[in-house]
């Protein structure tokens, strides 16, 4: 190599560097402190409310505070009593796995033929959109207050429906049937949710897909099922996800119906109990949220490693 081609080498560094400065110095005095304001204070609050509770729970729970005495570290005996004495708890898991499970297997399903049928452009197909979308747009906290206007034992909807004015049936009060009550409520909000996922990914698929398939003799079912559903991985990826979630964070729904007692227990209400309740058990009810954290976070990290495989590719 000659010294020519070294020194026109050796300042490719610095040039970038003079680059840099150069971007820099067109920032006046006042548009960096506008940035600074506009990225770093969302970068604290981010910090402060999301990652600094975090950690304050995670350190909490192996300690026994109760928000009056100082706290006194405990070890796993806050663990080992959720999981061996608190009977709440498998309770709780219970009705999440309740909860998944209908998601999962009723209202997915329930939402990908929606989406399937609205995509055949069929009359009315926006309003249809419209009126199976409107649930999505409610909390789930309202979700729950018009689960009581429906369920409710003396003024509800469905037992008038029933005919059951006289001998009314207590859909909330009954911890046999209140937790398939709640669910019913859950998936109709789940369903047009699922709906527009999927929607948006049948739109996507090229059309030649299915002009090919027809061709080569396939019917509406094998090009769904064996040209076009394959090309809505991503999607399916999504949905999973997002459906496992929402069935381990589900809370509103059932603290705004009778907070979350009776046969309603879930592992988000447990945690509310314990800290902000009665019991002020605040190391024990932040065990709990960790037990809810450390699951949650297994399947966030296997869908943004999903995602990060696919920008790869």
């Known amino acids: 190599m000659t010294s020519t081609q070294v020194s026109a080498q050796a300042p490719a560094p610095q040039a970038s560097v003079a680059r840099r400065r150069r971007r820099l110095s067109r920032f006046t005095r006042r548009d960096i402190i506008i940035l600074a304001v506009l990225i770093g204070l969302p970068v604290l609050l981010d910090i402060a409310l999301i990652w600094g509770t975090t950690l304050t729970s995670i350190g909490l729970s192996f300690t026994d505070y109760n928000g009056f005495s100082s706290p006194q570290l405990v070890g796993l005996h806050n663990y080992h ?24 297997v009723f209202a997915t399903p329930l939402g990908l033929l929606l989406a399937v049928l609205l995509d055949k452009r069929i009359r009315f197909t926006r309003v249809y959109q419209s009126i199976f979308y409107m649930p999505v747009v409610l909390s789930l906290a309202v979700v729950g207050f018009i689960a009581q206007l429906v369920y409710s034992r003396d003024y509800g909807a469905l037992n008038s429906l029933l005919g059951r004015t006289a001998d009314p049936i207590d859909f909330l009060g009954d911890p046999s049937i209140n937790i398939w009550a709640i669910l019913a409520a859950a998936a109709w909000r789940h369903v047009g949710y699922v709906m527009i996922l999927y929607l948006a990914g049948l739109k996507s698929v090229d059309p030649a897909l299915k002009e090919a398939a027809t061709i ?69 009810g932040s065990a709990i ?25």
Do not use: K
Not at 84 to 100: D, G, H, K, Q
Not at 241 to 264: C, K, M, P, Q, W
């Open 81 to 104: 009593e959720i999981v061996t004495i608190y009977e709440p708890f498998w309770r709780a898991v219970r009705n999440n796995l309740l909860w998944l499970a209908t998601l999962g």
């Open 216 to 284: 080569d003799g396939a019917n509406e079912r094998q090009t769904f099922f064996r040209v076009i559903f394959p090309t809505l991985r991503p999607i399916n990826i999504i949905v999973l996800v997002i459906t496992v979630i929402e069935a381990l964070r589900a809370f509103d729904i059932v603290y705004a119906v009778n907070s979350g007692r009776n046969g309603l227990e879930l592992l988000s209400v447990l945690v509310t109990a314990n800290i902000v309740g009665e019991a002020s058990r605040i190391g024990f």
């Open 289 to 313: 949220a960790v037990i809810l954290l450390v699951t949650s976070l297994g399947f966030v990290i296997a869908y943004l490693t999903q995602i990060l495989r696919e920008d790869r590719r």
